[in-house]
């Protein structure tokens, strides 16, 4: 069983930096391959970033391509989201999500998700 607890987010002023972590309670973390998501106030929920199960690979969205940086820990059971140059367009409640299959953008194809972390970027 996938158990994902987030830590992180919070406020920060445009440029600014922020690190949210999601912790897996399980035994299974490295089988599964990590993303994170983000969901702003009347949107859809959006891809933001994904890392293969070995951390090998990386995948962004173009919006946050060189500003992001996924990465993991599997002897901790973590994956990481490091958020630098924010923008106030980065606001939003960021999810991670584990799914046992390959790399997917879409949010319907992950099966566990954490609580979500409030990131508010102001200009």
């Known amino acids: 069983q996938v158990q994902l607890v987030q830590s992180g987010g919070g406020w920060v002023q445009a440029g600014g930096s922020l690190r949210l972590s999601c912790a897996d309670s399980?035994?299974?973390?490295?089988?599964?391959?990590m993303a994170w998501f983000r969901q702003a106030p009347g949107k859809d929920r959006e891809f933001v970033a994904g890392?293969?199960?070995?951390?090998?690979?990386?995948y962004y969205t173009g919006s946050v391509k060189g500003r992001f940086t996924i990465s993991r820990d599997n002897a901790k059971n973590t994956v990481y989201l490091q958020m630098n140059s924010l923008k106030p367009e980065d606001t939003a409640v960021y999810y991670c999500a584990a799914r046992a299959g390959g790399v997917g953008d879409s949010a319907d194809q992950y099966a566990y998700w954490g609580q979500g972390a409030q990131v508010t970027v102001s200009s």
């Open positions: 399980g035994r299974t973390f490295s089988t599964y391959l």
């Open positions: 890392i293969t199960r070995s951390g090998g690979s990386t």
